[in-house]
């Protein structure tokens, strides 16, 4: 069982920064992570992901040059780092986890969900 928690989230101007983390109760060192977002009236979709060391990593076009995903298994965080934010970014911000050491970009594929963090770009 892993139970996973974002923090970071908040209000911003366009242009701005954040940087959300993912602390996990569990161990998470052969996991894929991954960065899922939600805005009011649309699907979840990825943003993220990362694979277990780093090596292979996934952005949504519309994220890609804006953020960065990483992580420190030693400290069993996650972190998104986002720059030059867009209005279009606001949503419910989800760090998720599947339990293998393949790398996935399928949401049905994460088996632990956290509860999510608001992020809210104005313009």
């Known amino acids: 069982q892993v139970q996973l ?12 920064s954040l940087r959300l983390s993912c602390t996990a109760s569990g ?15 649309k699907e979840r979709e990825l943003v993220t992901a990362i694979n277990w060391d780093g090596s292979n ?3 949504a076009h519309s994220v890609k040059g804006r953020f960065t995903i990483s992580r ?3 400290k069993n965080i996650v ?3 986002m720059n030059s934010l867009k209005p279009e ?7 998720a986890t599947a339990v293998s050491p393949y790398f ?3 949401p ?11 992020v809210t770009v104005s313009s």
């Open 5 to 16: 928690v974002e923090s970071g989230g908040g209000l911003v101007q366009a242009g701005g």
């Open 27 to 41: 161990r998470i060192g052969i996991n894929t992570m991954g960065w899922f977002r939600q805005a009011p009236g």
């Open 57 to 59: 990593t996934y952005y």
């Open 72 to 74: 420190d298994n030693a």
């Open 79 to 81: 972190y998104l780092q």
């Open 89 to 95: 970014d606001t949503a419910v911000y989800s760090c």
């Open 104 to 106: 996935t970009t399928t």
């Open 108 to 118: 049905g594929n994460y088996n632990y969900w956290g509860q999510g963090t608001q």
